[in-house]
T-cell receptor, first 114, second 113 residues
Framework: GAVVSQHPSWVICKSGTSVKIECRSLDFQATTMFWYRQFPKQSLMLMATSNEGSKATYEQGVEKDKFLINHASLTLSTLTVTSAHPEDSSFYIC??????????FGSGTRLTVV | GQQLNQSPQSMFIQEGEDVSMNCTSSSIFNTWLWYKQDPGEGPVLLIALYKAGELTSNGRLTAQFGITRKDSFLNISASIPSDVGIYFCAGQPSGGSNYKLTFGKGTLLTVNP
């Protein structure tokens, strides 16, 4: 089946630093990748949609300068949280959609900003 | 935008009992998906539904795509402790090229051995 690898699974960083999270589709080409944020005991909140080779489309209220998304290839998308603050601490999840594979989620990244 | 109402929010059941949860939408979807999420993990797809009226099973799980295309339910029969987790419904609105999913708020399932 379709596999999506997300790294790192957890990261702790200091306020003001930037953190990069990678999302890779291992065995299929992902025409579209999605980035979600999830707070404890809540549902997934879509942050942005990225298509390979084009700029990401951000959901309303999501700062594109703070959450930089790069979808450089059909198998890799990255989310960079710039100048992280404690309020950015959250669980970030990517998903990848292929032409035949549907939506497959990564295992998530727990970001803690101290 | 689309809204999904998922109920119940949480369930506490005894091992062996059957479980039912459902989602209703304010608008039509052309795909309904049911996911399970374990703590600290990403959601895992359980069942995908693509046609109104479709009834699909995956082991002890059964899900149906409502005829009105605005609702779906998931049943779990003979629950076991490893069924514990959060179950999410998700829908893709009609419109073809729009891949965005709308998620329900989740149902937290606790199974007492």
């Amino acid at each position: 089946g379709a596999v999506v690898s997300q790294h790192p699974s957890w990261v702790i960083c200091k306020s003001g630093t930037s953190v990069k999270i990678e999302c890779r589709s291992l065995d299929f080409q992902a025409t579209t990748m999605f980035w979600y944020r999830q707070f404890p005991k809540q549902s997934l909140m879509l942050m942005a949609t990225s298509n390979e080779g084009s700029k990401a489309t951000y959901e309303q209220g999501v700062e594109k300068d703070k959450f930089l998304i790069n979808h450089a290839s059909l198998t890799l998308s990255t989310l960079t949280v710039t100048s992280a603050h404690p309020e950015d601490s959250s669980f970030y999840i990517c998903s990848a959609a292929g032409a035949r594979e549907g939506y497959t989620f990564g295992s998530g990244t727990r970001l803690t900003v101290v | 935008g689309q809204q999904l109402n998922q109920s119940p929010q949480s369930m506490f059941i005894q091992e062996g009992e059957d479980v039912s949860m459902n989602c209703t939408s304010s608008s039509i979807f052309n795909t309904w998906l049911w996911y399970k999420q374990d703590p600290g993990e990403g959601p895992v797809l359980l069942i995908a539904l693509y046609k109104a009226g479709e009834l699909t099973s995956n082991g002890r799980l059964t899900a149906q795509f409502g005829i009105t295309r605005k609702d779906s339910f998931l049943n779990i029969s003979a629950s076991i402790p490893s069924d514990v987790g959060i179950y999410f419904c998700a829908g893709q609105p009609s419109g073809g090229s729009n891949y965005k999913l709308t998620f329900g708020k989740g149902t937290l399932l606790t199974v007492n051995p």
